[in-house]
Structure formats: structure tokens, C-alpha cells
């Protein structure tokens, strides 16, 4: 999330915030949201013999802005 947060303030030119809550202080879903799960392709490339042919995430973000 952070580094959604970094390519959506540069490309709007505003400030970045860095106060984030207690994840204690904060309902089941944000708190999901808010913990570092670490996620990879690996198995379904594997498994399905796939290659992604398209820019990730924060390539394509910054594609939105130009």
C-alpha cells in the first residue's frame, strides 16, 4: 500500500502522509488491509505454464498519469 500511496501523491504533486493508525485501533477489514502479507505468482506460473505479458500494478498506475 505504501507504494501505491508514493506513485498516487507524486503524480498528484501532494504530500505524502505517514501517520497511520494503531492497526489496533482499527475494524477486521483495515486491519487485514493494513498487515504485510507478501504474495507471489510463483505457483500459479508454475501450475498453469503462464507468463504475464502486462506492466504490474505501479507501472500501470503511473501510466494512467501521463
Known amino acids: 500500500m505504501?507504494?501505491?500511496e508514493a506513485v498516487i501523491a507524486k503524480e498528484?504533486?501532494?504530500p505524502l502522509?505517514?501517520?497511520y493508525a494503531d492497526p489496533k485501533d482499527l475494524d477486521f477489514a483495515n486491519?487485514?488491509?493494513a498487515?504485510?502479507?507478501p504474495a507471489s505468482?510463483?505457483?500459479t506460473r508454475e501450475e498453469l505454464n503462464w507468463?504475464?505479458?502486462h506492466p504490474?500494478?505501479?507501472e500501470d498506475m503511473q501510466r494512467y498519469f501521463k
Open 35 to 37: 498487515m504485510d502479507i
Open 2 to 4: 505504501k507504494d501505491i
Open 41 to 43: 505468482s510463483k505457483l
Open 12 to 14: 498528484l504533486n501532494i
Open 17 to 19: 502522509k505517514n501517520d
Open 56 to 58: 504490474g500494478l505501479l
Open 31 to 33: 486491519q487485514l488491509f
Open 51 to 53: 507468463t504475464p505479458t
